[in-house]
């Protein structure tokens, strides 16, 4: 090996710069050494940007960029039909992220959807002025309707109905681009969430099963508790304790909700670290209690609820007692307290909602426009006042004054609010008092049945707190929550109170708040609020003695106070009277409708016990539409109207002081323009007329005189028969000048000692006493309503007598 070194004196000499020689070299000393490498760095290094350069030039420009090109390849891939076809062969597994190509095409196939989309016969896109609203508003809330989606694009509906954990948030980016990328002033931190309004499909609550778990669902229900608004932590920094060095941000989302900062950059330590308070970033939290609405819960069951999680702009946006829709993710958390109280590792289950809808705004939807055309032909029609009337129980016999309370109650006046905040209710509330078996309970039933939004409960299983509302201690939280009653679930509908005598008298007088102001004010546990209770109040009660006493007072025959008394608009006294004449029809209408219902009766003798109660009313499913409507109009009183009510007034409140009945107020007189736009409603007019008048001055005079003795009741009818008279329309009118012309004969029979089924009524002093009032008989005595109670004895005999 020795021999095959060779010495070459001109090899061995180092290379550098001229004039710099081997030796010259080696006598250089350590800060020579130091300068001259940091030259040849910077030499190479210059060296060698020259050289990209001219290979970037001879390649073409896809030298250091061809990284990029290849991802924009890839998206322009996955931008044409082809690439989104392949959004249906593709399965999103959970717990797995998307793919970035995939992800990618779904936001760009959101963006076009919103910067493109036109509904049919509209020229400008449909989300163009939405956003606008949005961004003008400086909203957070993009609604979009799940209908428009799904003509754009039904595969992506379908993945997001299936994964919204996993696209939700992609459609969430994607509106915040097309936002920024329109109103470059937008906020940058800010968020946009794309809110799903109208999705087709409506689940139940007690329907949700473990198949829903991480699937959108929609649900509607009644709101009965909600928590404080609260902040929930979104972007997390944390400081290293040993160096102030800050870490972050880390997302918090629900598959990471244990988040573990790692080594601190600065210092290599592994912690401690604690929380910056300063720059971590929080969102809105409230958690709210959806119970089944009412008229939704199976028989014999009782009612479900659900906890819905409201996180963004969403909080605040309900309150106890609205009937709202929710469309949200259904997922399940694990509680520590739940699975110790079970003794067994049981998760919950709640709902992130994504959109929360208030229902009541949307009850008119249900109505189509032919209907809408239908139900303004229905009310021109006429008797539709005396129609309506009659299709409110008609499986129960009479109870005309009952009925026609329980139209008024449902129908509602028009609530008034004044220049300085104060609020006058519009909503009628009735108390139904009489006997035993007067059918009080089956009437509540009915309106049960046929309002759209009512809460029905008894005096006797009723507190005060369960009528109006109640503080609960949250077991998870701590923290005290709000719980509405009955009357705050009712808001915005009926209340139905049966047995209301059997309820206690502290129980009664929590309530007094609620039946005129419709607030329920509550300071408890440092929390002091006030809920609404916009609900009209139907009780139906017994007297103290069991049957009512007509020889004495109405504050008499009733267990109930002055104060709470005067809340209520109209009163009814139902009185089981033995009556011969009246006992045979009501018999007679008993028979008939269970022969007419029994499913083996003959069709002719259904048509034989026909009655008008049952040939002229409403549909039940044309009545609820036709309530919906009729509430949506303000009727509004004319001062013309003023002089009539004012003398009415005036006189009542003198009677009523004489008489030693009920306490006629300024409460009654406000009830009577309740009634009058609850009469205007009843006929869809926006204007209130002088019929509305009389027949609501009808109303309340019926009610203040069925609560006197019996001789005062009688004196009262007489005196103010002006009043009652100009109520009803011509036939009704007869018909009542014939009954009160047909007692006076009986009563006079009776005196004498004559048979009272032989009596009757002359046909020339029946006209002549009509004529009084401008008006004929002949049309009369031709119609249905004559001849359900009476006839004619010949052709020419001019005599009239009851059957």
Sequence with gaps: MADDYQPVPELDTLEGEPGITGEDAAELTAEQRAAAEAEMNQRDRGTK??????????????????????????????????????????????????????????????????LEFRRKGETEATYHDVIARMAEKYSQSLPVRVEDLVEYNTRLVLQLAEFPSVLLPLLHEAALDVVHSQYPTYDSKSEVFVRLVDFPVEDKIRSLRGVNVNTIVHIVGVVTKRTLVLPELRELYVDCVKCGYRLGPFFITDSNDDVKPGDCPECGSRGPFKVNREDSLYRNYQKITLQEAPGSVPPGRTPRAKE????????????????????????IIYSTLTAVRNRFPVFDTVIEANNVVNRATTSLQRISDSDFDRLNDLATSRGIRAKIIRSIAPSIYGCEHA??????????????????????RGDINVLLLGDPGCAKSQMLKYVEKSFHRVVYTTGKG???????????????????TLEGGAMVLADSGLCLIDEFDKMNEQDRTSIH??????????????????????????????????RYDPQKTFMQNVDLTDPILSRFDVLCVLRDEVNAVNDERMADFIMASHMASHPTNPVTVKRLFATRESEDVMDQEDLQKYLLYARTLNPVASDAHTEVVNDFYAEIRRVAHASGGINIGVRHLESILR??????????????????????????LESFIQTQKYQVAEELRKRFARFLVRSDDD?????????????????????????????????????????????????????????????????????????
């Design 49 to 114: 940007r020259r050289y990209e350069e001219t290979q970037d030039e001879e390649d073409g420009g896809q030298g250091r960029r061809r990284m990029s090109r290849r991802i924009e390849q890839e998206d322009d891939a996955f931008d044409d039909d082809d690439g989104l076809d392949s959004l249906t062969d593709f399965k999103i597994t959970p717990g797995q992220p998307l793919p970035d190509q995939v992800a990618r095409a779904i936001k760009r196939s959101f963006e076009r959807f919103l």
């Design 675 to 700: 009634l009058a736009q609850a009469n205007a409603r009843m006929e869809l007019r926006e204007q209130v007329i002088q019929q509305d008048v009389n027949n609501a001055i009808a109303t309340c």
């Design 462 to 480: 009723a507190s005060g707190v369960g009528l109006t509302a109640s503080m609960k201690k949250d077991y998870a939280t701590g923290e005290w």
């Design 403 to 424: 009925k026609t309370a329980l139209c008024m109650a449902m129908f509602g006046g028009v609530a008034k609010q004044g220049d300085q905040g104060h609020r006058l």
């Design 308 to 331: 819905v999680i409201l996180t963004a702009d969403l909080v605040d946006k309900v309150k106890p007692g609205d009937l709202v829709q929710v469309v949200g993710t259904y997922k």
């Design 731 to 803: 036939y009704e009118l007869l018909h009542w000048l014939l009954m009160r012309e047909y007692r006076a004969a009986v009563s006079m029979a009776m005196d004498m000692d004559q048979d009272t089924e032989t009596v009757t009524v002359n046909r020339i002093d029946f006209a002549r006493i009509a004529a009084e009032y401008e008006m004929a008989t002949d049309d009369y005595l031709a119609s249905s309503l004559f001849k359900e109670v009476f006839f004619l004895t010949g052709d020419n005999i001019r005599k009239i007598t009851a059957v």
């Design 513 to 546: 708040e609620a039946m005129e102001q419709q607030t329920i004010s509550i300071s408890k546990a440092g929390l002091v609020t006030t809920l609404h209770a916009r609900c009209a109040v139907v009780a139906a009660a017994n007297p103290i003695l069991g």
